[in-house]
């Protein structure tokens, strides 16, 4: 099945240059030039991917993905000429996937577009279901479960908790886990495992202060509790 992209960018140059580039590799590709227009094509086209910019004017990245995000779990890359580390946490802290800063080359943002659909899109057996504690991860449905309540996770937090439930008690380092939730070739830094840790801990944690199932080993990583 063709997958669509939806590309968010206030510069019509980088959508277009983006557009052509990823129509000509078989893509599907929808355009929106801020995060309002983004949030209209968002419900009407139901991309497989979105490809953001954060700077533009009307509604910001940021903004959009607060908004996005109560009403759809689609991946989304950051593409931005922001650096600073500051920038990228609030990305994705705010459910980003991950990103490309700008300038980039084509070839790269494929490669990160093709690793995160990859990532989506990979089956498991359906009857391989994960439980500890309250609880229940089902890699054929993609669903988690707290006690009797689902839990709403981006793929990258999804992908996370699922390696760490398949071996309690294992301490995973952050190089580990950055190795198993996004390649071995994932440009990425180690802080970033910590953003999806925290955001991972607000969703199932009774008290993500104090963390019951996700546990920290301070000075090597995490792992996910034997009880």
């Not at 980088?14 to 801020?34: C, H, M, N, P």
């Not at 990305?91 to 980039?104: H, Q």
């Not at 449905?141 to 839990?151: C, I, L, P, Q, R």
């Amino acid at each position: 099945m063709v997958k669509k992209i939806l590309v968010v960018d206030d510069e019509e140059r980088i959508v277009s240059l983006v557009k052509a580039y990823l129509e000509q590799e078989g893509f599907r590709v929808a355009t929106a030039g801020d995060g309002t227009e983004a949030l209209i094509v968002a419900r009407t086209e139901t991309p497989d991917l979105i490809i953001l910019d954060i700077m533009m004017p009307e509604m910001d990245g940021y903004e959009f993905m607060r908004l996005h995000r109560r009403e759809q779990n689609t991946p989304i890359i950051l593409l931005t000429a922001k650096v600073n580390e500051d920038d990228k946490v609030i990305g994705l802290e705010l459910g980003a996937d991950d990103y490309v800063i700008k300038p980039f080359r084509p070839r790269e943002l494929l490669a990160r577009i093709r690793a995160v659909l990859r990532r989506v899109g990979e089956t498991e057996p359906i009857a391989e279901i994960l439980r500890h504690a309250d609880i229940t991860l089902d890699r054929g449905s993609h669903n988690v479960s707290v006690g009797e309540s689902f839990v709403n996770l981006t793929p990258s937090e999804f992908d996370l908790l699922a390696v760490l439930m398949s071996s309690p008690g294992r301490v995973f380092s952050r190089l580990d886990l950055l190795d198993h939730i996004q390649g071995v070739a994932y440009g990425g830094y180690e802080r970033t495992i910590d953003v999806h840790i925290k955001n991972l801990r607000a969703k199932i944690e009774p008290d993500p202060r104090s963390p019951r199932y996700i546990e920290t080993v301070y000075g090597v990583g995490y792992r996910f509790t034997r009880e």
